[in-house]
């Protein structure tokens, strides 16, 4: 595969995205600078963490008026897989590829630990080789990274399986609580 990973000033996460599918999995990389207008054939996009523009006004706000967002509105159009990493989610968010908001953590401040993740579906490219029941622990790292989005915008996401993950305990329990929901997202997405 080919994978295009867009790069914005601040993020900091490239190097590792960049290394795992290059030297790993022995992808082939396109990076792609935030000021370019044209997004080469790829078989998929990545936009990874980190703090685009250093977050001021809030995660991903500025980075939604770089050149290369006209591209990636388009390319989201053809149906192209387009993953985002933390603030590169933020960015896709912003754009309005995703729904809802991502807000300040439910008890403010910066998140740097690890959690547990449940898989919800196997139907999406990042997910088809997971059960529906797999747990998993994975790091976390933001200080905006509260889900939020109306009812029936939630219930279209869930009547859509666009629901791939949720925070959960290590034995699988979906708990509204801090240890298990950190970030205190909706519904623990």
Known sequence: ???GIVI????NCERDVIHVLRDVYHQDIVSLWHKDTIIPKIDALILPG???YGDYLRAGAIARFSPINDEILRTAKSGL??????NGFQILTELGLLPGALLINAKGGFLCRDVHIRSKNSNSFSSYALSNTQVMRIPINHGMGRYYANDNTIKE????EQIVFTYCNENGAEENTFEVNPNGSLNNF
């Open 81 to 86: 897989p387009i993953f985002g990493i933390c």
């Open 157 to 160: 996401l869930y009547d859509n």
């Open 50 to 52: 980190g703090f685009s």
């Open 1 to 3: 595969m080919k994978w």
């Open 8 to 11: 914005f000033p601040g993020t």
